[in-house]
């Protein structure tokens, strides 16, 4: 009798309450034509780049307020930290990214973005655009922020919306780490972000229980040469020569070093030296990008590239003083590794809520990198990061018929479906909060 009493309080509650998780879909909907959908509109025609996201961040804190959260900004510069509490029980963190990019947009959309801003990198005026689909998490954030107050009744404990700067520099997250984010306001026991995917149909919601975004290292490379005469080889060290070889020589880490399912990626972005037709100069510089889906192959790639180049300096005859120089860039970070059984929970809660149809496991294609671990590292957090589909199944069936192509992200083309987008992030992240802070 006492589960027959349960299970009909249970039901009686279904009935009373009108904001219950089977109308979460009806919910969200409702709140993206009368909310959601003009407040996207503004942050699509008013992208920020890195580290100047001022307006932006002003507006989310102004949103999350405005949604009943305790909402601190300036966090590791214009990051913003919006607080909720709602009796005993976890701590759990969602993030979503706020820049945007110096692309001009050539989307052809209604409210494509014209805005110029100055780049605190270079200084000059640049077109800013929002074509990695930021504007997509943080309107989500505040849907996700709306439909969490209204379901107070079904859950319990603490949760942390994080609003991040600069993720596209890769720096945004260690701001917010170096300001003190968890000792000010306690670290999650659990951590979650996503990301909108120009790969995958509108709607659908990717999660992959191992890597679904690889770790990146920045690698510069100075190559010292002697100086000489173009005509006269022999009496210097040709630095370009050098450098070459090093080049080559890198490509092999990958092909020889690495087990063949483990994947890597070294591309040399850039390789400057010399100032004219017949001068050796004394020095080269290349510019690498290095990806790994695990801390072993990054430990692998990155002492492989130090071996390589101090060792064909030395094939060059170099003095022990003038070899190679391997310089790694703050601007790394670790790969973003789901915790798997977290992921197959998260993945359950969502078939159950959303249906099976929309929930799918695609390996991505290609070696994209993330800043989110640098939350969940040091302590060990356990996470999860997925994907919702953002491009009309109509428009891989158009490039499948030899048509226009689905623009990737950071294309000046890059647009997608903001309804449907914004919608599905909104409810996989509800979904996903529900599941782990039970009401007690």
């Known amino acids: 009798m006492a589960v027959l009493r349960l299970s009909f309080a249970a039901l009686l509650l279904a009935v009373l309450n009108p904001v219950v998780a089977s109308d979460l879909a009806e919910s ?18 008013n992208p920020e780049l890195s580290l100047v996201e001022f307006e932006t961040a002003a507006r989310m804190a102004q949103e999350l307020r405005a949604a009943g959260f305790d909402v601190t900004e300036n966090v590791g510069g214009t990051g913003v930290v919006a607080m909720l509490e709602n009796g005993e029980g976890p701590l759990v963190m969602m993030r979503a990214d706020m820049d945007g990019l110096p692309v001009r947009e050539r989307s052809g959309l209604e409210n494509a973005s014209t805005k110029q801003q100055e780049d605190p990198i270079t200084g000059n005026m ?4 929002h074509a990695c689909g930021h504007d997509v998490h943080i309107t989500s954030l505040v849907g996700t922020a709306r439909q969490m107050v209204a379901r107070k009744d079904q859950w319990s404990g603490t949760l942390m919306l994080v609003v991040q700067p600069a993720e596209e520099r890769v720096l945004g997250a260690k701001a917010m780490r170096d ?18 995917s120009s790969s995958h149909v509108a709607g659908a919601i990717n999660v992959l ?38 080049v080559l020589a890198l490509q092999t880490l990958v092909s020889r070093e690495l087990p063949p399912r483990d994947p890597g990626v070294i591309t040399v972005g850039s390789f400057h030296a010399g100032t004219k037709h017949n001068i050796i100069s004394d020095r080269a510089h290349l510019q690498l990008t290095v990806r790994n889906t695990s801390l ?6 990155l002492d492989g590239i130090r071996r390589v180049a101090e060792n064909m300096g030395r094939v060059a005859g170099l003095p022990e003083d003038k070899l190679p120089e391997v310089i790694v860039s703050e601007e790394s970070v670790p790969p ?3 915790s798997a059984a977290l992921a197959a929970r998260l993945r359950e809660a969502w078939v159950e809520e959303l249906g099976r149809d929309r929930v799918v496991s695609i390996q991505p294609t290609g070696m994209g990198a993330e800043d989110f671990p640098v939350f969940t590292l040091d302590p060990a957090i356990p996470s999860v990061y997925w994907q919702v589909g953002g491009t009309p199944q109509a428009d891989f069936d158009r490039e499948a018929a030899g048509g226009e192509p689905v623009p990737s992200h950071h294309s000046p083309l890059f647009k997608i479906e903001p309804e449907v987008s914004v919608r599905a ?12 802070m039970p009401r007690r």
């Open 28 to 45: 969200v909907e409702k709140d993206y034509d009368d909310y959601l959908w003009p407040l996207f509109d503004h942050f699509h025609r």
């Open 126 to 129: 640049v077109y800013t655009m």
């Open 179 to 196: 300001d003190g984010i968890y000792e000010r306001f306690g670290t999650p026991e659990y951590a979650f972000a996503l990301h909108i």
């Open 209 to 246: 229980e191992g890597s679904p975004f690889a770790g990146a290292d920045t690698v510069d490379i100075i190559v010292h040469g002697m100086g000489t005469h173009g005509a006269s080889p022999h009496r210097g060290k040709d630095p370009v020569v050098l450098g070459s070889k090093i």
């Open 296 to 301: 072993e192959t990054r430990q692998i790639l």
């Open 336 to 338: 973003t590794i789901n």
């Open 425 to 436: 992030s909104v409810e996989s992240t509800v979904v996903a909060l529900l599941e782990m």
